[in-house]
């Protein structure tokens, strides 16, 4: 993908995240552990709700008075990022 429409497309992406607002869910009794100062990742199989989860915890956040411009998800298997590479980068031991 060409760094240009790599970067619209990004810029995109997060106009998408931030103007739109969260599905409706169900809440889980699941918590993240968090570390102070880090960003949170959430790992796991295909379809076992991860992104969900991150919804809710978004959603506890914002109710806490955090902005929601202090948060990004950004879905690595959106259809607009098909075509993205990362550049193999040799590296001296």
Do not use: C
Not at 7 to 27: G, I, V
Not at 44 to 58: D, H, I, V
């Amino acid at each position: 993908m060409e760094k240009t429409l790599l970067k619209a497309t990004l810029r995109e992406l997060l106009a998408d995240f931030y103007e739109n607002s969260f599905p409706a869910m169900t809440n889980r009794l699941t918590e993240i552990p968090e570390v102070p100062n880090n960003a949170t990742v959430v790992l796991g199989m295909r379809w076992t709700g991860k992104t969900f989860l991150l919804y809710q915890r978004m959603n506890e956040l914002l109710a806490s008075g955090i902005p929601k411009e202090q948060m990004l998800h950004l879905n690595f298997e959106d259809d607009r990022l098909m075509g993205m590479t990362v550049p193999f980068v040799k590296r001296s031991i």
